[in-house]
């Protein structure tokens, strides 16, 4: 799939390259919204508001920090003294599309082609899309035919050709051949003319295809399931459960099909238009897996434009907005869908994550409550009492995970490992470490390679002395799965060093450190087993450091007495702060 979504970048950069200047190496990055709202009214205060260039660079600095509106309002004063610069009149009407400034964007497209001497794909592209949403078929498959494919992937312009010829009511597919996708959508283009004849030896060429994702085996289920297919549709579906658990949707659709009635997933493609948006939206996936989100934004707001109820696009606009910190604008793209698409209640819970993160909790639990109340919404009670557990409130937390493990009944299922997980959390932040191990072992029954359950239930066991020979050896299978993971490395020391191993502990320790250099728990481990092998300098040093970096009173208390008074016998050292210490595995 990456050299699909490689493909895809190439081309575009082809069509609009002027779009991507802002996006190089001397870009300024890192803002959060109230920074970048400063250095942007700075700029304005430094560059005379009247100077086109003053205008130019501001809105590059917008743009970069994904501002589209507002970079393309101060590139209308840019255009309005260069009206004939192509380059500016490409980036504007680029800007305009990525902004949702649709009826723009058309404009500029048609000024652009009226001065260009040879055709250009993209504003090309943009009037046979705007020919499509007025149902101008044969005008949309002329100027599709008309765009010159110096500019354009063989991935893409296969597709819209199709689609073209498929509104005019010709089946012609044969190009649709390269890659799951294609073949995708020459199921689509088929069943849009009536000839599903053709449809199952499209499907079995997709199954046969090399490098199959989950995503295209789930899709290709999908449409034997909505054929009535239901033997096939549900090997598929348990072939993908058996190692996409997570999947919570796969459920659904293998209870839906196991009763009377139509299949709710699979919606076939009733207008070219939709079908179009379906294609663009399929490319905006994959430029969004390769991180260029300039691009995935272009073609999901392309998508939108043809069909402005596509979940799809929302969600992967609310996605592009949450990756580059634009919070309020994800948050408005994920309410933007309807409740009575099925995306509906993942849209209201990705909202509620941001509405947590941006310290909106009550906000956030607003909006799971609802989910709970009118839609039954098990995933949003497991939800709340994350939110809860992440405030430290671990007896709310308790109640609302009971609430879930209740509604799934005595035997959890293995899509829901982490409820016993997060449980087992909450019950040993409590105190109830009965309760937690029995959480955290089922946990690990359910999900036995998962290395975040291998570190919480090893690291419990050795921070009380108990296990330590199953402790070790559940967090040495932890850090050879992610050896990378400076919480589980600092375990492996840890337990290494409860058991009396100082010597053998401290080279993870210091790989911990290295991985996490300023996580107090992590130093003071360190300085620990420094201490225990006479290395008492460094020792000080490392208790300071996580003193320093500390904000936990009693932590800070501890380290204060050891700075004092040193370590006494081996094995009285004191307990850790879990909230420290285990902040970074969390679910």
């Not at 991507?20 to 205060?45: H, I």
């Not at 990705?350 to 919404?377: C, I, P, R």
Request: aromatic share 10%.
């Amino acid at each position: 799939m990456k050299s699909l979504a490689v493909g895809l970048l190439y081309c575009f950069v082809g069509w609009g390259a002027a779009l991507f200047s802002p996006t190089d190496s001397t870009a300024v990055s890192g803002l959060d919204q109230d920074n970048y709202k400063a250095m942007q009214s700075y700029l304005e205060e430094l560059y005379n508001p009247k100077s086109p260039s003053g205008k130019y660079l501001s809105s590059q600095f917008a743009q970069r920090h994904y501002d589209w509106s507002r970079s393309a309002d101060f590139l209308d004063d840019v255009l309005e003294a260069n009206p004939d610069d192509i380059q500016i009149l490409n980036k504007a009407m680029v800007l305009a599309m990525g902004a949702g400034q649709t009826e723009k964007t058309i404009a500029l497209a048609h000024r652009l082609i009226a001065l260009e001497k040879e055709p250009a794909p993209l504003p090309r592209l943009f009037l046979a899309l705007d020919a499509f949403r007025d149902h101008r078929y044969k005008e949309a498959a002329e100027t599709i035919h008309s765009m010159p494919t110096s500019g354009l992937s063989d991935f893409i312009l296969p597709v819209l050709q199709s689609w073209a010829e498929a509104a005019l009511g010709v089946q012609d597919t044969k190009a649709l051949n390269r890659n799951t996708i294609h073949i995708y959508h020459a199921i689509l283009i088929s069943d849009f003319l009536g000839k599903r004849e053709g449809i199952e030896p499209l499907l079995r060429q997709s199954l046969s295809a090399e490098g199959l994702a989950f995503q295209d085996i789930e899709r290709i289920a999908d449409i034997y399931a909505w054929l009535g297919k239901k033997d096939i549709a549900l090997q598929l579906y348990g072939d993908i459960f058996e190692s996409w658990p997570e999947n919570s949707l796969l459920p659904k659709k293998i209870a839906a099909l196991k009763i009377d009635g139509p299949f709710p997933y699979f919606h076939p493609i009733k207008t070219p238009e939709d079908g179009v948006a379906a294609a663009l939206i399929d490319m905006a996936r994959l430029l969004f897996q390769e991180e260029n989100d300039d691009s995935a934004l272009i073609f999901a707001r392309m998508a939108l434009f043809l069909n402005g109820n596509l979940s799809d696009g929302h969600l992967l606009l609310g996605h592009i907005a949450a990756r580059n910190d634009r919070t309020m604008e994800a948050i408005a793209h994920y309410k933007a869908i309807g409740p009575e698409d099925p995306s509906y209640a993942e849209s209201r819970r990705l909202a509620a994550d941001l509405y947590e993160e941006s310290g909106q909790t009550d906000q956030a639990l607003a909006e799971l409550s609802d989910l709970v109340k009118n839609y039954h919404d098990l995933e949003s009670i497991i939800q709340t009492g994350d939110i809860y557990r992440r405030q430290d409130d671990f007896s709310n937390a308790v109640e609302a995970y009971n609430r879930a493990a209740k509604i799934l009944g005595d035997a959890i299922s293995k899509e829901f490992w982490h409820l016993h997980y997060v449980r087992g959390i909450s019950y040993e932040r409590l105190g109830q470490w009965t309760l937690a191990e029995k959480d955290l072992k089922a946990a690990l029954v359910l999900k036995p390679d998962q290395p975040l359950i291998m570190n919480y239930l090893g690291y419990a066991w050795a921070d009380q002395g108990i296990n330590l020979d199953d402790s070790l050896a559940l967090i040495r299978k932890a850090a050879a799965l992610e050896p990378s993971d400076g919480y589980i490395t600092d375990s492996l020391g840890w337990v290494l060093y409860r058991r009396g191993e100082y010597v053998e502990a401290i080279p993870h320790l210091e790989q911990a450190v290295e991985l996490l250099p300023y996580d107090p728990v992590i130093n003071d481990h360190l300085g620990d087993a420094y201490w225990r092998v006479g290395r008492k300098t460094e020792a000080k040093f490392q208790w300071l450091r996580a003193q320093n970096h500390s904000q936990d009173k009693t932590l800070i208390s501890q380290i204060d007495n050891k700075l004092e008074n040193g370590l006494q016998a081996p094995g009285k050292t004191v307990k850790e702060a879990h909230s420290q210490r285990l902040g970074g595995t969390d679910l």
